[in-house]
């Protein structure tokens, strides 16, 4: 499995993202499941997959035309007018490669499927994300429903609801997201360390703080380990039946 | 879906079921999934269960032998030796049901399926939980795994990991469960109130306080906003990345 989440605020997006990849808990390793393309001053797509990483790896093969010579490339997804048009091209790039690889009868809820969140901002429209379905279609992010997950969502989901303010800050953005991703680590083995993560300021039209956070990163610790105690002590101060 | 935990604690065991039942979104009512026998002075036994609820019913049904006469009943679950004798007798009920529904050739992991936690203690031993399957095999809980859920596990897991202490008292021991219920009721529309808990002491061998929760429960409702309130000043509290 997989954990990624596309997250707006009323001054941007966040996009984080763990790295685990497993086929069975005795085969597994580390991949990068964020991409970015980006034209200074005229658009930002970033790009997270859950799912069959045979499919995730081609489609973003696909979206970069790796089949061409790299002097004949030209990638659509660089040419887009709309966010929108993006999200439309990469749900048909999805459902092609797992169309190619899935049986005639399967279901598409197979062995191949994987899903994918693309948020951006392209000049002329505003800041958005969409959770894109392996059935090729998607929805986007709304006011009610401000944050995506895929992969294995439940756990980080409670933090995520209770939490949440459109108008926080991305620093605070960033310890919700991990908070999130800490109470799934420690939950679920398919979902581990490094993570990365990339915030996206509203009309800047390039690569916000981009870093990958591993298990000796300091500040993650202290929030593990802080969040714990504070969970402990919060906990303590609710009211109690007398039974 | 549903939602059930069993806790073992050093000084006795805590159950806690949610009473919502579906099929599909628009076809849910409301019922009992927290059962007890008991013998005061001898045992006490409580099931709880997840799952189809043909296939639960009728499995209680079968434990109470209400396919005899009353005169006639005499469940075997009142003369099991040990906990242990009673978990076999639940997993081959379990089993035998689900067989009988289910056609040769489809999964156990089929729309009959069901599974089942069955905790209490009988003279002789000590109070003790476990976590039946719909193969009919069980677990049996650990000081390393001192809680089994069944349903919808997910969203309500991270507190459990985070704040179970062996030493707990009953109350707290309800607070925890009711903070894990609520995560899971705020994220998942297939869990609902009310909420039925029962706490035993252990070598009391007699049905300790048992109770229903429901929504106009006013320390339900002082945990649930309190929880929110606490969860986000718990959060300000954290570290933040400078970016």
Redesign the interface.
């Known amino acids: 499995m997989t954990y990624c989440i596309g997250l707006r605020l009323n001054h941007g997006l966040v996009f984080m993202s763990d790295t685990r990849t497993s086929a069975g808990v005795d085969n597994f390793a580390t991949s990068k499941k964020m991409f970015t393309w980006s034209v200074p001053g005229e658009r930002m797509i970033t790009l997270m997959t859950a799912g069959n990483l045979a499919t995730t790896q081609a489609v973003i093969s696909l979206l970069e035309e790796r089949s061409k010579t790299l002097e004949e490339r030209d990638p659509s997804i660089l040419r887009e007018g709309t966010m929108f048009q993006v999200a439309r091209l990469v749900g048909a790039t999805l459902r092609e490669v797992i169309d190619e690889t899935t049986n005639e009868g399967q279901l598409k809820q197979d062995q191949f499927s994987a899903s994918i969140i693309v948020g951006g901002q392209i000049k002329g429209g505003k800041p958005t994300v969409f959770l894109v379905y392996p059935q090729g279609n998607f929805i986007e992010i709304t006011q009610d429903t401000p944050f995506f997950q895929i992969g294995e969502t439940?756990?980080?989901?409670?933090?995520l609801?209770?939490?949440y303010d459109p108008d926080m800050?991305?620093?605070?953005a960033?310890?919700?997201l991990l908070?999130s991703f800490d109470?799934?680590v420690?939950?679920?083995l398919s979902v581990g360390l490094p993570f990365d993560f990339q915030?996206y300021e509203a009309d800047s039209f390039a690569m916000?703080?981009t870093?990958r956070i591993d298990e000796n990163d300091k500040?993650y610790q202290?929030?593990s380990e802080?969040?714990?105690d504070?969970?402990?002590?919060?906990?303590q101060?609710?009211?109690?039946?007398?039974?």
Chains 1, 2 share one sequence.
């Open positions: 439940k756990y980080g989901k409670p933090i609801v209770r939490a800050s991305f620093a605070d960033i310890k919700l908070v109470s799934t420690k939950s679920n915030v916000g703080t870093r500040i202290a929030i802080g969040w714990g504070a969970l402990k002590d919060a906990f101060h609710l009211p109690s039946y007398k039974l």
